[in-house]
């Protein structure tokens, strides 16, 4: 079973007299256990490509499975369900709410998934998930009061609160000084290696050592 199929995935946008295809005719196969690094220059895709396996966005036409879920024939509510549950987004932005403590922004998946129903047991896991990401000491402060590579693994943790098999993310390391943008790397290398389904968009060139499979897009096109 693949943890992703797309097959002939299309983006457009604009008019019908001014259209721009930010992706044309994608087939790809994504597996567990696997690091897949997309590559490409900026405006390539890479991003609208996360963002419509991640079942954020809609393609124009195409087909896409999740776990061999057409994900055409789910509902809104169901589609909502596999982002919540089996799927788990990095952002380079980090998207931390800055009202709650590094502790309380890696709970809020897991409040939301109906299968915790003690927060002790909640935020046990958000704990251990802070402590795996070298965080222990950190998980009562706010963002504000953590660096940006502190910042991005909190995001790492909240990513992985559901204990989702596919791990998608974009850039995750853009604002990070180069020991931070190893640490990232090296723990994504690991989940993979535990069997976790690891895309990843980046621009760095140190990814690609860590990379199983490296995708380049090109003005949406898949080379």
């Known amino acids: 079973m693949s943890a992703i199929k797309i097959k002939n995935i299309s983006k457009e946008y604009g008019t019908k007299n001014k259209k721009v295809h930010a992706l044309d005719n994608i087939t790809k196969e994504f597996q567990y256990g696997k690091f897949y690094l997309i590559t490409g220059h900026s405006g390539s895709g890479k991003t609208t490509l996360l963002k419509i396996m991640g079942l954020v966005d809609n393609e124009t036409k195409g087909e896409i499975f999740i776990k061999d879920k057409d994900v055409a024939k789910l ?64 998980i009562k402060h706010f963002p504000k009061e953590l660096s940006g590579g502190e910042q991005e693994r909190v995001a790492i943790a909240r990513a992985l609160a559901n204990n989702p098999d596919i791990i998608l993310a974009d850039e995750p390391t853009g604002n990070l000084d180069i020991a931070n943008e190893e640490y990232v790397f090296e723990y994504l290398k690991k ?26 897009l090109k003005e949406g096109k898949l080379l």
Not at 87 to 112: C, H, R, S, W
Not at 115 to 138: F, H, M
Not at 199 to 209: E, F, P
């Open 75 to 138: 509902s809104v509510k169901e589609k909502a369900e596999i982002r919540n549950k089996e799927i788990g987004f990095i952002f380079q932005e980090f998207y931390l709410d800055k009202y709650l403590t590094a502790l309380e922004n890696v709970t809020i998946p897991m409040l939301i998934n109906k299968k915790y129903k003690d927060y002790s047991e909640i935020k046990k896991r958000s704990t251990d998930l802070l402590k795996q990401v070298g965080l222990e000491s950190r």
């Open 191 to 216: 989940l993979s290696e535990e069997g976790k389904c690891i895309i990843m968009v980046s621009h760095s060139k140190d990814a690609l050592k860590y990379a199983d499979e490296v995708i380049e």
